[in-house]
């Protein structure tokens, strides 16, 4: 007994082989496992439920916001975009109904509507029907600085809120009421062809199809031949109908961009992607238009002093009864010119008195006696008075200090007469109001063929007949002209800075112009040509370089090269030299725009009956 109390009165118990087996088998049962197991595999898939559960609703909700989100900026530019159409419908209103008006009084009823609209934003209230969305126009600023002229620069700010989701946007919009044409470096209503090399910095516009090929098409002793160059570069946008519009000479055929396969994508040459990528698609519906015996009308309008006049100087146009079929718009025009001139050879154009110049001839005073000289000395005193009047005239056409008419072909030849100049454009005072105009009832020929010194013409110029320019003459002139016109050899560059702006019923044609020299010995027309008809230009023999851009109603083809090219002797082709130059210097056939267009001639350039509006990006502003 002692034993056991010994034995059991340690800390551990010693047990025997059947109580350690038994210790054994309990441990190593499996009875309540499973309820374990189970609580553990509740407990995991709970937490993931909750977790699927919490991402689910984090999504859905991320996903509303972003829903919310992408709504609210919709609302904010269908807002602006309210506004737009409220300012174009307004403007186009004010533009049909004020044709009658001039176009400074015209201007300042749009600039006043602008400036106005700042304290209407509240007019253009909330119109969403999503639940939850609003949207208002929180400001219409007209950036004064930014505007001159017929350009105004209006800025639109709105917001949106879509369930709690704010959004701001801002638009700047350029608003003009010039024709579109002034907008681009090159364009046509019809197609745009560009064959070769020529270099364009600018916006180049196409009404019906943008073509590019590398072979560049030119005549030679009368053959038709061609030379392998490099695509056409386009330094700016490319304004189409759309992208398929956009087309390039794969070889055998005019092709679209295959923006669809990779492969055949990445063979295009690097130009025509460049101008592919840089293209905008812009509707013909939206191109600002001009029709040149209508602005003709006008600036005779202007000339008489009232812009109220046009629809009597319309009548005596057209005739009473309207266009006559096959009557050419100098046939009209000359009548027109012939109804100024009274009998008793003076002028005036409605209501407004004008002088009418002419030439003075020999001949004039061959009538002239005096019985106390003798014939010798009558003969030097006929031309002594010859001179005199020759001298007046001169006099007369570089100090214009109102509209006048000249009465047959005007003849500049820089000896005889060298300078047509209106006093308040040199001074910088021309209005609209007092715009002055010269009318040449006839030809307008200006041949600079001897003398060191330009030819000067500082004046807005109506021809009712041809233009005619050659050799070294300095512009800052809007002219318009009914009848063709012909630039060859010439050299035309701007008086004080400014340029020349042509627009031509006819077709322009623009030939030998520094043929066969050198791009760096170039001197550059400083000059907008726009034509009713259809263009073809080659910068191949001649180097053809314009300050300003080239317009065509019709279809505008340019054919060009790189490099340098001289004619050999005894054979009917060109010899071509380096054919691979990249740079755009290299070019034969240069056109670099000239924005000053619009702030130099604005009294001269046409009106129109639609306004031109180019939005600007969008800003997301917080």
């Known amino acids: 007994m002692s034993s056991r109390r010994r034995a059991g009165s340690g800390s551990r118990v010693a047990r025997g082989p059947r109580e350690l087996r038994k210790l054994r088998e309990r441990f190593a049962s499996q009875h309540g496992s499973a309820l374990v197991l189970v609580m553990f595999i509740v ?43 409220y300012i174009t419908a307004d403007l186009n209103r004010r533009l049909e109904s004020g044709s009658d008006i001039p176009q400074e009084e015209l201007d300042g009823q749009i600039h006043t509507f602008l400036a106005g609209l700042q304290n209407k934003t509240a007019d253009f209230a909330s119109n969403t029907s999503l639940q939850g969305g609003a949207n208002e126009i929180t400001g219409i600023t007209l950036d004064d600085s930014a505007s001159t002229g017929s350009q105004y620069v209006v800025v639109i700010r709105a917001n949106a809120n879509v369930n709690g989701v704010s959004r701001t946007l801002e638009q700047r919009v350029e608003i003009t009421t010039f024709p579109d044409f002034l907008n681009y470096s090159l364009g046509s ?16 516009y196409a009404g019906n199809q943008l073509k590019l090929s590398p072979i560049a098409q030119y ?23 759309s992208l398929d519009s956009l087309r390039y000479w794969s070889g055998a055929d005019y092709s679209t961009v295959p923006i669809n396969d990779e492969d055949q994508y990445n063979r295009v040459d690097e130009r025509v992607k460049k101008t592919y990528e840089n293209s905008l698609v812009k509707k013909k519906n939206t191109f600002v238009q001009i029709d ?15 812009s109220g006049n046009k629809a009597a100087l319309a009548s005596t146009y057209y005739g009473a009864e309207g266009p006559k079929s096959g009557e050419s718009a100098i046939s009209r025009g000359s009548r027109l010119a012939q109804s100024f001139i009274r009998e008793d050879g003076s002028g005036a154009i409605g209501s407004q008195t004008v002088p009418v110049l002419r030439m003075p001839e020999r001949a004039d005073f061959n009538g002239y006696t005096d019985d106390s000289l003798t014939e010798e000395e009558l003969a030097v005193k006929r031309e002594q008075l010859y001179n005199e009047a020759v001298q007046a005239f001169k006099s007369q056409l570089a100090h214009l200090n109102s509209s006048a008419i000249y009465n047959g072909d005007l003849n500049l030849d820089g000896v005889t007469l060298n300078e047509i100049t209106d006093t308040a454009k040199a001074g910088g005072s021309q ?35 041809n233009l005619n320019i050659k050799g070294d003459v300095r512009f800052d002139s809007t002219l318009y002209t009914l009848g063709s016109t012909n630039i060859v050899n010439a050299s035309i560059t701007g008086k004080d800075n400014k340029e020349l702006v042509v627009i031509s019923k006819g077709a322009v044609l623009v030939n030998r112009v520094d043929e066969f020299k050198d791009q760096d010995k170039v001197t550059e027309l400083r000059a907008f040509f726009y034509t009713d008809s259809t263009a073809e230009l080659y910068g191949v023999g001649s180097v053809f370089s314009i300050d300003g851009g080239f317009f065509a109603k019709g279809d505008l083809t340019i054919n060009a090269v790189v490099g340098k090219v001289s004619a050999v002797p005894g054979q009917y082709a060109f010899s071509f030299e380096n054919q691979d130059q990249t740079e755009p210097a290299a070019s034969r056939f240069q ?23 180019h939005a600007g990006p969008v800003e997301l502003k917080p």
């Open 189 to 204: 209503e019809g197609n745009v062809i560009l064959n070769g090399a020529p270099y364009t910095q600018g916006n180049v």
């Open 219 to 241: 005549k030679h002793a009368g053959a038709d031949l061609t030379e392998s160059s490099l695509y056409p570069l386009i330094d700016g946008e490319a304004h189409v109908q």
């Open 43 to 85: 407990l995991l898939l709970t937490i993931l439920g909750v977790g699927v559960l919490s991402a689910t609703l984090s999504g859905a909700q991320r996903t509303e916001t972003r829903e919310n989100d992408v709504q609210s900026l919709h609302l904010a530019q269908k807002k602006i975009d309210e506004v737009i159409a």
């Open 292 to 306: 040149v015996e209508d602005s003709f009308l006008d600036k005779v309008a202007e000339a008489s002093g009232s």
């Open 431 to 465: 209005t609209e109001a007092t715009s002055h105009w010269l009318i040449v009832n006839g030809n307008l020929n200006i041949d600079n063929y001897s003398s060191a010194a330009p030819i000067t013409v500082q004046a807005n110029l109506l021809v009712v007949g």
């Open 591 to 613: 056109v670099r725009y000239n924005e000053q267009v619009f702030e130099d001639q604005k009294v001269g350039l046409p009106r129109v009956k639609m306004i031109s509006i």
